[in-house]
Structure formats: C-alpha cells, structure tokens
C-alpha cells in the first residue's frame, strides 16, 4: 500500500474491523448461539428454545433480584414490594399473545423505541454495553421462554 494516504489506511482498517466484527457469532451465558429473533408482525411466535418454559422458574425470574429484576419496574400480583414505573403485570396474559409476550422481553425497544425496559434478549444495534456483555444477551433463551411461561399464567 505504498502511495496510499492516510486516509485511504484509516478506511482499510475499519472495513477490515466491521468484517470481523460481524463474523463474530453472539452467544448467551451459556456459550449457546443467539439466533437471529424471527418477528412477525409484533411478536415472536416460534420459542426461541423449541421448547415452552417453566412457569415456576420464570415467576421465580420475576421476583428475584438479579438478571430479570422485573420488580424494580413492574407490579407483580403476589409480590411484597415491586415498582410502578412500568406497567402493571397483572393480567398481561389476557391482554397480550404468547408471541407478544415473548417480543416484549426478547426485544421491546422493536415494539417501544423509547421503552427504559432493556431488550433482554437482542444483541444486536445496541450502544454503551460493556466489553464483557458485548454480543451476550442479559438473559438466555431458556430464561425468557420461562418468563414468557409465567406471564402466559396471570390472566
């Protein structure tokens, strides 16, 4: 590359850097590979699993403090102490699909650009995510099929 400026140098690398970049397969916690979410209209039909969850562990994701921390946000039926900023919990397996529900935590900025909630599921577009999350989901995909589970279950 004799003769080629500085900025013709600059370009090279960042091509080379985005190609490699978008080689690099996203994986959950558990080294599992992240699909690419399949939305149809405004929810994700198919499990991300193939399998249904556990209503069981996902109302225990619901009201433990750690990845999910729905709480923080949401009222839970049941719950001793939960937030208000973010919709009521409470009837939302009446109110929303299955497909819905999983869009909804997978993905809600798709469905709210302005949601706080995080997409707990995307990896993809997202910005000042820390070295370590980069290309990792908060959850994985057995995590949101049992949130998806639990919230099926409060009509």
């Excluded at 562990?57 to 709480?71: I, Q």
């Excluded at 706080?116 to 370590?132: I, N, W």
Aim: net charge positive; with cysteine; hydrophobic share 45%.
């Amino acid at each position: 590359m004799s003769g080629v400026g500085n900025a013709t140098r600059r370009n090279w690398l960042i091509v080379c850097v985005l190609i490699a970049a978008s080689a690099v397969q996203a994986e959950d916690r558990g080294g599992v590979p992240v699909p690419r979410l399949q939305v149809v209209g405004d929810g994700i039909a198919q499990s991300l699993t193939g399998v249904a969850g556990s209503a069981e562990r996902g109302r225990a994701l619901v009201v433990e403090r750690g990845a999910a921390n729905c709480l923080l946000c949401h009222a839970v039926p049941g719950a001793a102490l939960s937030g208000d900023v973010g919709p009521s919990l409470a009837g939302v397996g009446r109110r929303l699909s299955t497909a819905q529900i999983r869009l909804r935590i997978a993905d809600i900025q798709r469905v709210k650009p302005d949601a706080v909630m995080p997409s707990y599921y995307r990896v993809e577009g997202l910005d000042r995510v820390a070295t370590e999350y980069r290309a990792k989901p908060v959850l994985d995909a057995r995590q949101v099929e049992d949130l998806v589970a639990y919230l099926e279950t409060l009509k």
